[in-house]
């Protein structure tokens, strides 16, 4: 089987996803590690036949392109990923942006993060700002991964993680981010994400409220004077009220994402 050969297969293949032709050169660049372009190019050359089946097999299987490819593009950089690691989404780069403003601003320098994951929030934040940040996971699959990609970037110096829960084992930072779990754990979700991503940095009880309205109860008891968290689009309500109930003193901005969802809040203290 050539190139041109293995492309006309795997898109029949695969023609019940949004972009079967992409998805097929994509996973092909990643078999040959080559650009596209060189698949243009080189249409005739032969290819592992054994070992292109099975990526496009796995890929009907609903097994996310990232995890196939252990690549996954963030902000300005690419990330190594696999299964121990929720997928970074485009809309957390808008937490990342926010947080760059702020960090600029009010002259930041520590930060916190609650469950890196990958690390592509932290890692953003620390190539493109001075800053030092102490980093949380429950995971230690996530760990390993985040630490693989800090090391990539040289940001030892810059981000420390460690294996605990929440805020547990950090310092008290002047800037707390955070992707946390916010699904309901009955909302069904796509094979794709349901079958391979972690359940752990997905759901949450109460709704999918309970890390959240523990990262307010931490931001309060901590007196934390900045903080940036990811939220479901409906849960904007239950936020606002909860910070009420416990007297969270300072101002709680709600932002939305591309799609014009509510994504997350920026919190503000009184003496920021």
């Known amino acids: 089987m050539n190139i041109q050969e293995a ?48 990526l496009i097999n796995r890929r009907k299987n609903h097994e996310p392109i990232e995890y196939i490819t252990n690549k996954v593009s963030f902000w300005d950089f690419e990330l190594f990923i696999d299964k121990g690691a929720l997928i970074p989404r485009p809309e957390s780069e808008i937490l990342v942006e926010k947080a760059i403003k702020l960090i600029k601003k009010h002259n930041i320098k520590n930060i916190a993060e609650i469950g890196i994951g990958s690390g592509a929030l932290s890692i953003a934040i620390a190539k493109k700002c001075n800053v030092f940040i102490e980093a949380s996971d429950i995971s230690k699959s996530a760990i390993k991964i985040a630490n693989k990609n800090i090391k990539a970037f040289h940001l030892e110096d810059k981000i420390s993680v460690y294996n605990c829960s929440m805020l547990d084992c950090l310092n008290t930072p002047e800037l707390l981010i955070s992707n946390p779990p916010y699904i309901d754990p009955d909302v069904k979700l796509e094979a794709n994400v349901a079958n391979f991503e972690p359940h752990t940095a997905l759901f949450a009880p109460n709704k999918g409220l309970e890390i959240l309205f523990n990262i307010l109860g931490l931001i309060k008891l901590k007196n934390i004077p900045f903080a940036i968290c990811e939220m479901g689009y409906n849960q904007k309500e239950q936020i606002a009220k909860y910070a009420k109930e416990i007297g969270l003193s300072g101002n709680l901005e709600f932002y939305k994402d591309l799609a014009g969802l509510d994504r997350g809040f920026v919190f503000k203290s009184n003496i920021s």
């Open 7 to 54: 492309i006309n297969w795997a898109t029949k293949e695969l023609k019940a996803f949004e972009r079967p032709r992409l998805e097929v050169e994509i996973l092909l660049s990643h078999l040959l590690d080559c650009k596209r372009e060189f698949l243009i190019l080189n249409d005739n050359l032969e290819i592992d036949e054994i070992k292109f089946k099975e």
